[in-house]
């Protein structure tokens, strides 16, 4: 990987190619306290049979006209608050080669700082929305880079942007890539007026953010159907795959890091809340509709007591956001973010005893045919702050699920003994 060399073709701004509103997008609190980053994807595809660079372009012109905010930039209104400008100035698109093959780099894939430099575009300027690079590999291969800006749009909203790219450039129209069009109306989680808190939201507080820096490395494990039917065995009848490989990921963390039974430790997770509102968000609404919530036991519980316990707790912790909940986290981020005390990157700030587990089950994160067929991987590029994990489907319904998970190096043999051995 350090050795790889990464040669740009061609480097350009694909605007919308018909007229797009011109406008200043308006944020909700869920999105202007998101991470002001760009959320790194890879997707590989071993043997395409045949790559039309400009085919690509072309699909991805027409995708920016019902997705334009993506060709927008980060601005700010005349009061100083965060919004999308929209004028249409394009999404960059880079075209490159590299001097590898598909299999050196993916056939063990680990996400690392090197995969992002090389494969996804670094955003400059920084208020850019979106990014986009293709790369062709020595054997054939091809890698598609993508970087969305997390104020904009969360995952759910990413993945239904890549379905309708993916099918305009297999030649379908506008209507079949895209037959429930994208909705940017973020008034929808508008706060109330006056702003109130009804509830305590301690998955955004410092007070639990306050790890210090640590080293980490990034590892990936491979969650087999036999192993995903075991641990579901242990779970009561009807438990979702995020609810046993989490609690098993939770105990595992407990096991290797030697905490102590009495303390505490706390699962961060997060919740799509577009079903949740009454009445709900459309399926379709692309802006940021996930909060975070904190779920905090005793380390003896998470040890001690049956898997299917620790599944159960996490179950509960998200059943009970309901729409009052949804509702207090939007207020109470806007009175935290008038008075600066939100934290602007908490996974680099988890405490060691602390666990954050994002799932990307059940979305479409495979339905991205450009015309070569689905990707081998699709995975993040870079990991950021011990602690972090994801819970993602494999390309196949058969193959289970696979865990990208960092953490610190001193425990993961012993994690990994846990992990596979239970």
Avoid at 27 to 47: E, G, K, Q, R, W
Avoid at 192 to 219: E, K, Q, V
Avoid at 261 to 289: E, I, K, Y
Avoid at 322 to 327: L, S
């Amino acid at each position: 990987m350090e050795s790889t060399k990464v040669a740009v073709v061609e480097s350009m701004l694909v605007a919308p190619s018909e007229e797009t509103p011109r406008l200043g997008l308006w944020l909700s609190n869920f999105d202007v306290t998101a991470a002001m980053t760009h959320t790194a994807l890879v997707y590989y595809y071993p043997a395409p049979a045949t790559v039309s660079t400009d085919r690509l372009r072309a699909a991805l012109a027409k995708a920016l006209v019902p997705f334009y905010p993506l060709a927008g930039r980060l601005g700010v209104d005349e009061g100083g608050r965060l919004q999308i400008d929209c004028h249409g100035e394009g999404a960059l698109y880079v075209v490159a080669t590299a001097d590898c093959a598909g299999e050196d780099l993916f056939g063990n894939y680990v996400p690392s700082p090197q995969v992002r430099r090389l494969f996804v575009p670094i955003a400059d300027p920084p208020s850019l929305m979106s990014m986009f690079q293709v790369t062709f590999l020595k054997c054939g291969g091809v890698v598609l880079g993508t970087a969305i800006h997390h104020v904009l749009m969360d995952g759910i909203g990413a993945f239904h942007f890549i379905q309708t790219w993916s099918g305009l450039a297999r030649g379908l129209d506008i209507s079949q890539a895209c037959p429930s069009p994208p909705s940017h109306d973020r008034t929808l989680l508008g706060g109330r007026s006056p702003p109130h808190a009804d509830f305590h939201h301690p998955a955004y507080s410092s007070a639990y953010l306050d790890g210090p820096p640590r080293p980490c490395i990034t590892l990936v494990y491979p969650v087999s159907p036999k192993l995903l039917a075991g641990l579901k065995s242990r779970c009561a009848p009807g438990v979702s795959t995020y609810g046993a490989v989490t609690a098993h990921l939770w105990r595992c963390m407990c096991v290797a890091r030697g905490l102590a039974p009495a303390s505490d430790t706390r699962l961060r997770v997060t919740v799509n809340v577009r079903h949740r509102l009454r009445p709900p968000v459309p399926r379709n609404f692309t802006g940021n509709a996930i909060l975070r919530d904190l779920v905090t036991v005793k380390v003896a519980d998470v040890l001690a007591q049956p898997l299917g316990y620790v599944a159960d707790t996490i179950r509960k912790a998200l059943e009970d956001v309901d729409d009052a909940y949804v509702r207090s986290v939007i207020d109470y981020l806007g009175i935290e973010s008038e008075k600066g005390s939100l934290q602007k990157a908490p996974w680099q700030l988890l405490p060691e005893s602390d666990l954050w587990v994002t799932g990307w089950l059940g979305m479409p994160v495979y339905d991205a045919d450009f015309g070569w067929g689905a990707p081998r991987l699709v995975a993040p590029a870079q990991m950021f702050g011990t602690g972090m994990a994801y819970v993602t489907q494999r390309p196949g319904r058969d193959e289970g699920v696979v865990v990208f998970l960092a953490l610190e190096p001193q425990y993961v043999q012993c994690f990994e003994d846990v992990f596979y051995s239970e």
